[in-house]
């Protein structure tokens, strides 16, 4: 495979539920995000690892845990969620460069989340 | 830190050529120029990015002027399959839009036949 793979596509789980999603990337990327898109509201940055190390935690609320396992995978925990917290969560992934210079991402076709 | 503003909404027809203005007044030095399509339901695309002057490629073309305080993205000869949000940003590395790579409200394009 090629690019940027979410998994699962869609996903209901009630706000008890323990799920996760999961991200990889087969681009050889040392950067990889998640966004968060709710309905008719622009992207809103998550969480980004920059060789598997966070570096920004944008206010997330605590019941999102991500990971970061190694340079190609991406998890986003999800637990105690909210209906609110419904949303199309994309993963995506770019090679930063390591002065200044120009970053292009590359999402994934993103996970579709329904909180009951 | 450079902040974008783009029409919320442009109407066209197939086959014309579609011009998308992205303002970008605060633009720093270092900063590029960077263009993603999105559908529905699926994750913004990458379509063009460039500096200065005037880029090309099989999709689209990007015309930034000297002073860079804007940009033009123009998609030519338009389809029903370009009916999609057009996003604009600006930034270097980490940092786009006065934020970490984060994504204004786009460009809804309406392709009618």
């Known amino acids: 495979e090629t690019g940027v793979t979410q998994t699962p596509r869609h996903l209901v789980m009630g706000m008890t539920n323990k799920k996760s999603l999961k991200c990889e990337q087969h681009?050889?990327?040392?950067?990889m995000y998640w966004y968060k898109q709710s309905a008719k509201k622009p992207l809103e940055l998550m969480f980004v690892?920059?060789?598997?190390?966070?570096?920004e935690n944008n206010s997330v609320p605590s019941r999102f845990s991500p990971e970061c396992p190694n340079s190609s995978h991406l998890f986003l925990h999800l637990h105690t969620l909210q209906p609110e917290d419904s949303a199309l969560y994309l993963c995506?992934?770019?090679?930063?460069?390591?002065?200044?210079?120009?970053?292009?991402?590359?999402f994934g076709a993103g996970s579709r989340l329904t909180v009951l | 830190l450079a902040k974008t503003t783009q029409p919320i909404s442009m109407d066209s027809y197939e086959g014309q050529e579609v011009n998308i203005t992205c303002s970008h007044n605060?633009?720093?030095?270092?900063?590029?120029i960077t263009w993603y399509q999105q559908f529905p339901s699926q994750g913004p695309r990458f379509i063009i990015q460039?500096?200065?002057t005037k880029v090309t490629n099989e999709v689209a073309s990007l015309f930034i002027p000297a002073d860079r305080k804007s940009s033009t993205l123009s998609l030519p000869r338009v389809s029903l399959s370009d009916t999609a949000v057009y996003y604009c940003?600006?930034?270097?590395?980490?940092?786009?839009?006065?934020?970490?790579?984060?994504f204004g409200g786009g460009t809804r394009v309406l392709v009618k036949p």
């Open positions: 605060n633009i720093a030095t270092n900063d590029y």
């Open positions: 690892y920059s060789l598997e190390e966070r570096v």
């Open positions: 995506a992934s770019s090679q930063v460069p390591t002065d200044s210079g120009a970053n292009v991402l590359t």
């Open positions: 681009l050889g990327h040392n950067a």
């Open positions: 940003l600006v930034g270097d590395g980490w940092k786009a839009a006065g934020n970490k790579l984060t």
């Open positions: 460039g500096y200065k």
